[in-house]
């Protein structure tokens, strides 16, 4: 009997393990389960999320205190995600690029 208890207990953990967490519909203790997320960054999250769903990472970066893109980026390889959709870093150099591009341009 331990034993069917013991492996129904395994099975349900590895289940819950690989699934996906969205800060759009998780409430405090689903938020919890991913790693790196405790009550005051869950805390954080559901305070900010009262003005609104969070669009996507960019915009949970910018509203939650404590999450930065180093952060964002290991919660999403937890099982965290915005709107279904994992981080994905933006390249930095673009913008920058295009910046340069106008301004030559303009010269």
Known sequence: MFR????????????HAGAA?????ANQAEL????GIGPALSGKILEARKSGAF????DLVERVGGIGEGNASRFSQAGL???GAAF????ASAPA??????KAATK
């Open 4 to 15: 069917h208890f013991f492996i129904a207990i395994l099975t349900a953990i590895s289940l």
């Open 21 to 25: 967490v969205d800060v759009n519909r």
């Open 32 to 35: 919890e389960t991913v790693k």
């Open 55 to 58: 669009k996507d990472w960019g």
């Open 81 to 83: 995600t915005v709107g």
């Open 88 to 91: 994905t870093k933006k390249p």
């Open 97 to 102: 690029k295009a910046d340069k591009a106008d």
